[in-house]
T-cell receptor, first 111, second 113 residues
Framework: LAKTTQPISMDSYEGQEVNITCSHN???????ITWYQQFPSQGPRFIIQ???TKVTNEVASLFIPADRKSSTLSLPRVSLSDTAVYYC????????????FGAGTTVTVRA | KAGVTQTPRYLIKTRGQQVTLSCSPI?????VSWYQQTPGQGLQFLFE???????NKGNFPGRFSGRQFSNSRSEMNVSTLELGDSALYLC????????????FGSGTRLTVV
């Protein structure tokens, strides 16, 4: 699995957009980029997955530049309930039997 | 549809005892993985099962074992418990191709005293 680097923590306020950038310089051709969200004492929850350009769903957007060496998770108009740890993972589903979670980014949303 | 169900939710055991944790995956999911989460080590992969076979194993001692049944339900067993085994144990299930991500359960909080 490609190694990822993301900020340890980020602070924001309700209603703002939060952008978390993840670096993955040694991403392989077949690798996808996946983001998970985790609340205390709960299991991680799949947020979004992408391969290139931009992916959007009902909760977030994922921006991937052409070189794919980084990606940015964008959370629009965050609320207090978006306070959580966000993990960036890179790997190819068909060959990666395990998910390698780093320390993640702790996002704290304040009123 | 029902999510991944882990039982029990909380457990307290004494050093030296053994424990069995259960995981029922989402219907149709054949891959089940187990993770240990502690404040110091984060999320660490234990093992993955697919069609009743262990496909991959993390770097944990042999005290940690698991199995999967024909209905894809999985159990994890830890023998000779140590204080350091206190953690949140998470189970995740996915479709066979794993390309749509993993769905995690809420975990079992194990405390060893």
């Amino acid at each position: 699995l490609a190694k990822t680097t993301q900020p340890i923590s980020m602070d924001s306020y309700e209603g703002q957009e939060v952008n978390i950038t993840c670096s993955h310089n040694n991403i392989a051709t077949n690798d996808y980029i996946t983001w998970y969200q985790q609340f205390p004492s709960q299991g991680p929850r799949f947020i979004i997955q992408g391969y290139k350009t931009k992916v959007t769903n009902e909760v977030a957007s994922l921006f991937i530049p052409a070189d794919r060496k980084s990606s940015t998770l964008s959370l629009p108009r965050v609320s207090l309930s978006d306070t959580a740890v966000y993990y960036c993972l890179v790997g190819a589903a068909e060959r990666d039997y395990k998910l390698s979670f780093g320390a993640g980014t702790t996002v704290t949303v304040r009123a | 549809k029902a999510g991944v169900t882990q039982t029990p939710r909380y457990l307290i055991k004494t050093r030296g005892q053994q424990v069995t944790l259960s995981c029922s995956p989402i219907s149709g999911h054949r891959s089940v993985s187990w993770y240990q989460q502690t404040p110091g080590q984060g999320l660490q992969f234990l093992f993955e099962y697919f069609s009743e076979t262990q496909r991959n194993k993390g770097n944990f001692p042999g005290r940690f074992s698991g199995r999967q049944f024909s209905n894809s339900r999985s159990e994890m067993n830890v023998s000779t418990l140590e204080l350091g085994d206190s953690a949140l144990y998470l189970c995740a299930s996915s479709l066979a191709d794993r390309e749509n991500g993993y769905t995690f359960g809420s975990g079992t909080r194990l405390t060893v005293v």
